[in-house]
């Protein structure tokens, strides 16, 4: 009897030390990683976008301030100076939009490859519609 009850014990014991690392693996774990993967790689085209937006506001106002000083003197200097850095801002406004939306589509890609990689399989096609003849 000694033996069946040690044989169980230890077929218990070799069943839980096989599926223990499964049970505390965080099903989440590959999700955090490779968003954190994605942010990193993403950070510096977003610091790029951001000194490209600043400095579009900068030089608008330099240029405004430059054509307003050349065609009025000097009261036309800070009059030319605020109306470039609001269109310069206004510039630096459009093209941060579409730096983002750039910048969302290195994201997604490189999470998806991230995920591609841990998963090892390949990603579900999307499910169309089936398509229907002509009504009759």
């Known amino acids: 009897m000694r033996a069946v009850a040690t ?18 693996q965080n099903p989440y774990a590959d999700d955090l990683a490779c968003r954190q993967y994605a942010e990193q790689a993403t950070a510096p085209y977003r610091d790029q976008a951001n000194a490209a937006s600043v400095g579009s506001a ?53 999470y998806y490859q991230c995920m591609q990689s841990r998963q090892g399989a390949y990603a579900p096609q999307p499910a169309y519609p089936g398509y229907y003849g002509y009504p009759r």
């Open 7 to 24: 044989t169980l014990a230890g077929s218990v014991l070799a069943a839980l030390v096989a599926v223990a690392p499964a049970m505390a």
């Open 58 to 110: 900068l030089v608008g106002a330099g240029l405004g301030a430059a054509l307003g000083a050349a065609v009025g003197g000097g009261r036309g200097a800070g009059i030319g100076a605020a109306s470039g850095a609001i269109a310069g801002t206004g510039v630096g406004v459009a093209n941060a939009q579409q730096a983002a939306a750039q910048i969302q589509q290195y994201y997604n890609s490189f």
